[in-house]
T-cell receptor
Framework: DGGITQSPKYLFRKEGQNVTLSCEQNLNHDAMYWYRQDPGQGLRLIYY???????QKGDIAEGYSVSREKKESFPLTVTSAQKNPTAFYLC?????????????FGDGTRLSIL | GQQVMQIPQYQHVQEGEDFTTYCNSSTTLSNIQWYKQRPGGHPVFLIQLVKSGEVKKQKRLTFQFGEAKKNSSLHITATQTTDVGTYFCAANTGNQFYFGTGTSLTVIP
């Protein structure tokens, strides 16, 4: 079955530590996205990538970094510069450019500070 | 960036009652999508609206896009416990999606 796999499901970060969240998709989608969701709030865009080796900052990119070396993979690193990283992180993918294409989401990663 | 407001933030209804959530934008939208997120789950695409004044139905769910393409609504008739979750609208600008804050629906049996 095609889909998006995020790992791990739960992640704990120590002070000053960088952590990387994995996102892999086998839907053959060019576009991939990372969102942050805080309790009672909507999804806020961190980074997105329309094609391999290219990515753009979203509204809340500070303290995060990404790479897009392969079409299937779009890992997100939460750096120590992100002072409030506790949140639910969602990865999504879609066919880019065609405005009627929906986003497909992974099951998410819950990140907490130790 | 794009601002998309959604109300109400929370709604508790008795099973069998109707439910409506509203989405408003300060700018004209090319299209709008609706997603449902079950508790503990991830958002799942429900529908997209493109045309001014468009109305689409999915069983008990009715979706509307305003004439000015600045607002949209989702109406659920005779809610069931399976309708529980958070409903989000999302404005699509081509490369990015701007999500509303969501409406969390609780259905009391």
């Amino acid at each position: 079955d095609g889909g998006i796999t995020q790992s791990p499901k739960y992640l704990f970060r120590k002070e000053g530590q960088n952590v990387t969240l994995s996102c892999e998709q086998n839907l053959n989608h060019d576009a991939m996205y990372w969102y942050r969701q805080d309790p009672g709030q909507g999804l806020r865009l961190i980074y997105y990538s329309q094609i391999v080796n290219d990515f753009q900052k979203g509204d809340i990119a500070e303290g995060y970094s990404v790479s897009r070396e392969k079409k299937e993979s779009f890992p997100l690193t939460v750096t120590s510069a992100q002072k409030n990283p506790t949140a639910f992180y969602l990865c999504a993918s879609r066919i880019p450019g065609l405005s009627n294409q929906p986003q497909h989401f992974g099951d998410g990663t819950r990140l907490s500070i130790l | 960036g794009q601002q998309v407001m959604q109300i109400p933030q929370y709604q508790h209804v008795q099973e069998g009652e109707d439910f409506t959530t509203y989405c408003n934008s300060s700018t004209t939208l090319s299209n709008i999508q609706w997603y449902k997120q079950r508790p503990g789950g991830h958002p799942v695409f429900l529908i997209q609206l493109v045309k001014s004044g468009e109305v689409k139905k999915q069983k008990r769910l009715t979706f509307q896009f305003g004439e000015a393409k600045k607002n949209s609504s989702l109406h659920i008739t005779a809610t069931q416990t399976t309708d529980v979750g958070t409903y989000f609208c999302a404005a699509n600008t081509g490369n990015q999606f701007y999500f509303g804050t969501g409406t969390s629906l609780t259905v009391i049996p």
